[in-house]
């Protein structure tokens, strides 16, 4: 069974006392630096060329036929060689360009746009293997793990061992303390680009004790490995994300110097969990540049597929699955973008947004691409072209709920704050800053180091609560928003008693069924509150649409039936509105995410 390090009590860093770090922003410096970023990502999806030029090696054609032979698509990771991907990763400080995740994600949701395989395996892992050394790195590891990703190598992380799958604090492979280092025993498995990488970061038992301070991680080098003593395991056929290069490692007694040793012994579960709260937050986001696509595709056979003398799309059914698509895609984004800000804004609550995030984000998108496919009927089959890429997407869109932080790991990381967040937290406290909100708002850096294991705030439902007085209720729409909002805060009010109706067995990993369904209904709440947070913060902004009523009623809406409830039908034109901005979007090739940015195709 499952188990996550925070049931067992496992002492994090102290909280700071504060609900938000300061920030002060000269307007014209935040401008050119909206305008660096956005000149960023146009130059990638540029470079990335027409997804529908047959030739373009790097589109619908292309992609799908790299991913038949297995491999990673030669032309991709040209081209994010010469953009110098891997400075995105690693922090400006050290030479990067890595200051903000929402940020990272932006320039990264390119790249998923095309190829979900492409995003993990050229770069993803080394972010997420370097966070830990951002995270709790001495200078040294910090200086030369950047000085490897600017020099283009990848790094791999390791957490994964087959017997124990995300239950790593049982994992057995060693990392045996000897004078001057460690030595090395046991197997890694399914690790991505372990035959390529140029290091590893390894999480590895250093103590035989039972418990959360038993594991550590080690940042190991290929060149300081023993090559009689370390071995590549052969590569895994996958079902997606076939072009990733997934292996695994073998040590046999492979001595490594202390230095190799990331944070203090006996770190590893506090050092991987902190880390986890930066990458379940960013990993989820990118991801829905593959859902982007999905729609465009789907959105074009529509249009352009005639069926009883009409286009699929003038069917009703056809319209409406767009419709909640494009909506399933704004939900996913507004809880995404609100759990990477947090980061930033609020580390001390980030750890259940996160999770929150990596368990509902994934499932959402997958679930739509599933209700895509049905328009698509037969289509759907089809293994080239841009329908082959849609097939691959579906293919490839589940594995982010796997690897390890899957689903019941997140939930995991969430029953256990229930009961503190519903004594604590609910109905008390104080709302989210508004920037948590507003997309391209400026941030403080990332504090790495103020990340905490838990908290007893919720500021993202602090804001939900104290919306609901203030709500605008003048059109249909704003009265359906006025609506479901209340409907939401009832379903908090059940959801608090329930959690304090916790037994202690039921806020561990080895809690029952309904403990597990506690969770998914706070999740779905949080999208709720990220949803309405990002509605209000558009007020007076630039962006009509996402000011716009319409959307937000109509979201609530669908997060009210995932619910289980049956809230009272929409008004006319919020659906009508919704699938106008869909056309528009599609006609001048813009992205269906909260930014709005200018598609090649």
């Known amino acids: 069974m499952l188990s996550d390090p925070e049931v067992q009590g496992l002492p994090g860093k102290a909280a700071p006392t504060g609900t938000a770090t300061a920030l002060t922003t000269d307007p014209a410096a935040h401008q050119a630096r909206e305008s660096e970023v956005q000149a960023r990502i146009a130059d990638l999806e540029n470079r990335f060329g027409d997804p529908h030029d047959p030739a373009n090696p790097l589109g619908a054609a292309g992609l799908p036929a790299a991913d038949e032979a297995g491999e990673l698509p030669a032309a991709g990771e040209r081209l994010l060689d010469d953009v110098v991907l891997n400075a995105e990763f690693v922090p400006t400080d050290l030479g990067g360009r890595l200051d903000r995740l929402d940020t990272l994600v932006r320039v990264m949701r390119q790249v998923f746009r095309r190829d979900v395989a492409l995003g993990l395996g050229y770069g993803i892992t080394s972010f997420m293997a370097a966070a830990n050394v951002w995270t709790a790195g001495s200078e040294e590891q910090r200086r030369r793990t950047a000085e490897l990703l600017l020099g283009g190598s990848k790094i791999s992380v390791a957490y994964h061992e087959l017997p124990h799958g995300n239950d790593f604090v049982r994992n057995e492979f060693r990392a045996d303390p000897v004078p001057g280092g460690f030595r090395l025993n046991g197997r890694k498995e399914v690790i991505n680009n372990a035959d390529r990488a140029d290091a590893f970061a390894l999480f590895s038992r250093t103590d035989d004790s039972p418990g959360s301070r038993s594991h550590s991680v080690l940042l190991v080098e290929r060149d300081q490995l023993d090559a009689e003593r370390f071995a590549v395991l052969p590569r895994y056929n996958a079902v997606g994300v076939r072009g990733c290069r997934l292996s695994g490692l073998d040590f046999a007694d492979c001595p490594v110097p202390d230095a190799t040793l990331v944070g203090a012994r006996g770190q590893g579960v506090e050092l991987a969990l902190r880390s986890f709260q930066i990458t379940r937050s960013a990993i989820p986001s990118m991801a829905v540049g593959a859902l982007d696509t999905s729609l465009r595709t789907v959105v074009r056979f529509a249009l352009g597929r005639q069926l009883y003398r009409r286009s699929v799309m003038e069917i009703p059914h056809a319209s409406s699955t767009l419709t909640g698509a494009f909506l399933d895609l704004l939900i996913c984004d507004s809880m995404a973008t609100v759990g990477t800000r947090a980061v930033h804004l609020l580390p001390d609550e980030t750890s259940v947004y996160a999770a929150a995030v990596k368990y509902l984000v994934p499932k959402m998108l997958t679930d739509t691409m599933y209700d895509l496919s049905i328009v698509l009927g037969a289509r759907f089959y089809v293994r080239e072209g841009e329908f082959g890429l849609f097939q691959k997407h579906v293919r490839?869109?589940?594995?982010?709920?796997?690897?390890?932080?899957?689903?019941?790991?997140?939930?995991?990381?969430?029953?256990?704050?229930?009961?503190r967040l519903a004594r604590r937290a609910w109905f008390k406290g104080d709302e989210a800053p508004q920037s948590l909100f507003r997309p391209r708002e400026g941030?403080?850096?990332?504090?790495?180091?103020?990340?905490?294991?838990?908290s007893g705030r919720d500021s993202l439902s602090a804001s939900l609560v104290a919306a609901a007085d203030g709500l605008p209720s003048g059109s249909p729409e704003e009265l359906a928003v006025q609506a479901l909002v209340m409907r939401m805060l009832d379903q908090l009010r059940q959801l608090q008693e329930d959690s304090l109706n916790l037994s202690p067995l039921d806020r561990t990993a080895l809690a029952s069924p309904a403990s597990f369904a506690l969770a998914d209904r706070y999740a779905v709440f949080l999208a709720a509150a990220s949803v309405l947070g990002v509605w209000r913060g558009a007020q007076g902004g630039d962006d009509s649409f996402l000011a716009d009523p319409a959307w937000v009623a109509a979201a609530l809406h669908r997060l009210a039936r995932r619910l289980g409830q049956r809230p009272a039908d929409l008004p006319p034109g919020c659906e009508g509105r919704v699938h106008e901005e869909v056309l528009r979007r599609f006609h001048e090739r813009r992205s269906y995410d909260l930014y709005d940015t200018p598609l090649a195709g």
């Open 396 to 419: 490839d869109l589940p594995v982010l709920s796997l690897g390890h932080a899957g689903s019941a790991a997140c939930q995991a990381t969430i029953i256990p704050q229930l009961s």
């Open 443 to 454: 941030l403080p850096g990332i504090p790495f180091e103020r990340l905490s294991l838990a």
